[in-house]
Structures are given as structure tokens and as C-alpha cells.
């Protein structure tokens, strides 16, 4: 069974960065594109960056210069580098990834912005 598991979310000031994890049951190889999505109070969950197979990334212009997404092969790991936090960034994260013919997402992690 397909599983994706994020770890790293917290609370951080403004300007602040934190490292999500999101670590998957089998190899990451396995999946043609893995992505990260986060979901605000209120708000419809969007897109946040995503990385394909060959390694080609893509940001959502709210986190471009910002937010980095990259892979671990050996520990089956995807992870979202975030710096420069702004409160806007407040949201629960998700990691997901296609594999087959369906998307399979983790639990979701709680990124929280305050000062």
C-alpha cells in the first residue's frame, strides 16, 4: 500500500523557514510527479510546486524565489525547502504524487506564521 507521510511543519515568525519532509512507503522513482499542495482556512487547496521524474520543478508564483522542492532517492524522501515565510503561507501543506493512474496525498502538516 502507497503511502506519503509529512513531518516538519510548526510554528515560525515572519521571515522565518522551515524544511517539510514527506516521506513515501516505496521508491519515489516509482511516482511520474511529485508536488506539494497546501489548504488555508477558508480556502480552496492550491498547488505549490511539483517535481517530475527527469527532476524539472515548477512553483506557484506566490512561493517562486522562495520555497525550493527537492528529493532524497536514497531515503524516498520529497521535501519543500520554505524560507522568507510570510503569514500568507499559513496553511496545512501536502505532499502528493502519481503513481499508476492516481494521485495519492499524505495527511498534511501544519505550517503556521505569527509573530
Known amino acids: 500500500q502507497v503511502q506519503l507521510v509529512e513531518s516538519g511543519g510548526g510554528l515560525v515568525q515572519p521571515g522565518g523557514s522551515l524544511r517539510l519532509s514527506c516521506a513515501a512507503s516505496g521508491s519515489i522513482f516509482s511516482f511520474n510527479t511529485m508536488g506539494w499542495y497546501r489548504q488555508a482556512p477558508g480556502k480552496e487547496r492550491e498547488w505549490v510546486a511539483s517535481m517530475a521524474t527527469g527532476g524539472s520543478t515548477n512553483y506557484a508564483d506566490s512561493v517562486k524565489a522562495r520555497f525550493t522542492i527537492s528529493r532524497d532517492n536514497a531515503k524516498n524522501t520529497v521535501y519543500l525547502q520554505m524560507n522568507s515565510l510570510k503569514p500568507e503561507d499559513t496553511a496545512v501543506y501536502y505532499c502528493?504524487?502519481?503513481?499508476?493512474?492516481?494521485?495519492?496525498w499524505g495527511q498534511g502538516t501544519q505550517v503556521t506564521v505569527s509573530s
Open positions: 502528493n504524487g502519481y503513481l499508476g493512474v492516481r494521485w495519492y
